[in-house]
Protein backbone atom coordinates (compact mmCIF):
# COMPACT_ATOMS: atom_id res chain seq x y z
CA UNK A 1 0.00 0.00 0.00
CA UNK A 2 1.18 3.26 -0.63
CA UNK A 3 1.45 6.10 1.87
CA UNK A 4 -1.23 8.31 0.14
CA UNK A 5 -3.11 5.14 0.07
CA UNK A 6 -2.66 4.37 3.64
CA UNK A 7 -3.08 8.17 4.80
CA UNK A 8 -6.32 8.23 3.17
CA UNK A 9 -7.29 5.27 4.56
CA UNK A 10 -6.99 6.80 7.95
CA UNK A 11 -9.16 9.33 7.34
CA UNK A 12 -12.04 7.01 6.62
CA UNK A 13 -11.28 5.30 9.62
CA UNK A 14 -11.62 8.80 11.64
CA UNK A 15 -14.63 9.53 9.89
CA UNK A 16 -16.32 6.32 10.91
CA UNK A 17 -15.79 7.57 14.56
CA UNK A 18 -17.41 11.41 13.72
CA UNK A 19 -14.03 12.93 13.88
CA UNK A 20 -13.74 16.68 13.09
CA UNK A 21 -11.52 19.29 11.09
CA UNK A 22 -9.51 16.52 9.42
CA UNK A 23 -6.48 17.88 7.82
CA UNK A 24 -3.86 15.88 5.84
CA UNK A 25 -0.37 17.38 5.16
CA UNK A 26 2.09 15.87 2.60
CA UNK A 27 5.41 16.77 4.54
CA UNK A 28 8.05 14.38 2.37
CA UNK A 29 9.91 16.74 1.06
CA UNK A 30 10.32 18.93 4.82
CA UNK A 31 10.19 16.18 7.00
CA UNK A 32 12.40 12.50 6.94
CA UNK A 33 10.57 11.01 10.07
CA UNK A 34 7.07 10.31 7.62
CA UNK A 35 5.62 11.07 4.57
CA UNK A 36 1.95 12.66 6.05
CA UNK A 37 0.40 14.13 8.49
CA UNK A 38 -3.05 13.38 9.71
CA UNK A 39 -4.90 15.50 12.19
CA UNK A 40 -8.09 14.85 13.21
CA UNK A 41 -10.13 16.47 16.43
CA UNK A 42 -12.76 15.04 19.02
CA UNK A 43 -15.40 16.38 21.66
CA UNK A 44 -13.90 14.26 24.42
CA UNK A 45 -11.07 12.25 25.32
CA UNK A 46 -13.45 9.43 24.91
CA UNK A 47 -14.35 10.62 21.50
CA UNK A 48 -10.45 10.83 20.93
CA UNK A 49 -9.46 7.76 22.20
CA UNK A 50 -12.19 5.73 20.13
CA UNK A 51 -11.02 7.40 17.33
CA UNK A 52 -7.72 6.66 17.76
CA UNK A 53 -8.72 2.84 18.72
CA UNK A 54 -10.74 2.65 15.47
CA UNK A 55 -7.85 3.69 13.07
CA UNK A 56 -5.59 1.29 14.95
CA UNK A 57 -8.41 -1.72 14.31
CA UNK A 58 -9.37 -1.27 11.42
CA UNK A 59 -5.57 -0.98 9.85
CA UNK A 60 -4.86 -4.16 11.99
CA UNK A 61 -8.18 -6.36 10.79
CA UNK A 62 -8.30 -5.03 7.42
CA UNK A 63 -5.23 -4.66 6.22
CA UNK A 64 -3.03 -6.75 8.65
CA UNK A 65 -0.50 -2.94 9.65
CA UNK A 66 0.23 -2.16 12.69
CA UNK A 67 1.53 1.12 14.60
CA UNK A 68 5.04 1.55 15.04
CA UNK A 69 3.96 3.35 18.50
CA UNK A 70 1.11 4.76 20.05
CA UNK A 71 1.33 7.88 22.17
CA UNK A 72 -1.17 9.72 24.64
CA UNK A 73 -4.02 6.70 24.46
CA UNK A 74 -4.85 6.52 28.30
CA UNK A 75 -5.34 10.52 29.10
CA UNK A 76 -7.17 11.15 25.91
CA UNK A 77 -6.17 14.52 24.86
CA UNK A 78 -3.60 13.77 22.02
CA UNK A 79 -2.85 10.64 21.05
CA UNK A 80 -0.50 9.74 17.87
CA UNK A 81 -0.59 6.81 16.05
CA UNK A 82 2.90 6.32 14.19
CA UNK A 83 2.66 4.37 10.99
CA UNK A 84 6.28 5.40 9.73
CA UNK A 85 4.95 6.52 6.45
CA UNK A 86 1.87 8.16 8.17
CA UNK A 87 1.41 10.00 11.66
CA UNK A 88 -1.78 10.56 13.00
CA UNK A 89 -2.65 12.67 15.31
CA UNK A 90 -6.08 13.19 17.04
CA UNK A 91 -6.95 15.94 19.94
CA UNK A 92 -9.31 17.49 21.59
CA UNK A 93 -9.97 20.67 20.23
CA UNK A 94 -8.18 22.80 22.86
CA UNK A 95 -5.03 21.25 23.08
CA UNK A 96 -4.66 21.14 19.02
CA UNK A 97 -5.35 24.53 19.55
CA UNK A 98 -2.76 25.45 21.55
CA UNK A 99 0.16 23.08 19.97
CA UNK A 100 -0.97 24.42 16.88
CA UNK A 101 0.52 21.94 14.36
CA UNK A 102 -1.02 23.15 11.74
CA UNK A 103 0.86 26.48 11.99
CA UNK A 104 4.06 24.33 12.59
CA UNK A 105 3.44 22.84 9.49
CA UNK A 106 2.17 25.73 7.26
CA UNK A 107 4.55 25.18 4.51
CA UNK A 108 3.91 21.54 3.65
CA UNK A 109 1.23 21.15 0.98
CA UNK A 110 -2.66 19.79 2.27
CA UNK A 111 -3.92 17.35 0.78
CA UNK A 112 -7.79 18.02 -0.04
CA UNK A 113 -10.12 15.37 1.42
CA UNK A 114 -13.55 15.04 0.20
CA UNK A 115 -15.21 14.26 3.77
CA UNK A 116 -18.56 14.65 5.66
CA UNK A 117 -18.06 15.72 8.93
CA UNK A 118 -20.41 15.64 11.54
CA UNK A 119 -20.68 19.33 12.61
Known amino acids: MQ ?14 K ?3 NLKLFD ?5 SLT ?5 AS ?5 QVQAIAENIRTDFKHQHDVVPL ?7 GRWVL ?6 MVHVFQQSVREFYDLEG ?7 VELVQTEAQ
Not at 3 to 16: G, K, R
Not at 27 to 31: A, T
Not at 35 to 39: E, G, K, M, S, T
Open 35 to 39: DYLLL
Open 3 to 16: AIETALLAVEFALD
Open 42 to 46: GRSDR
Open 18 to 20: KAM
Open 81 to 86: LDYGEI
Open 104 to 110: LWSEAPE
Open 27 to 31: VRGLS
Open 69 to 75: AIEGMDQ
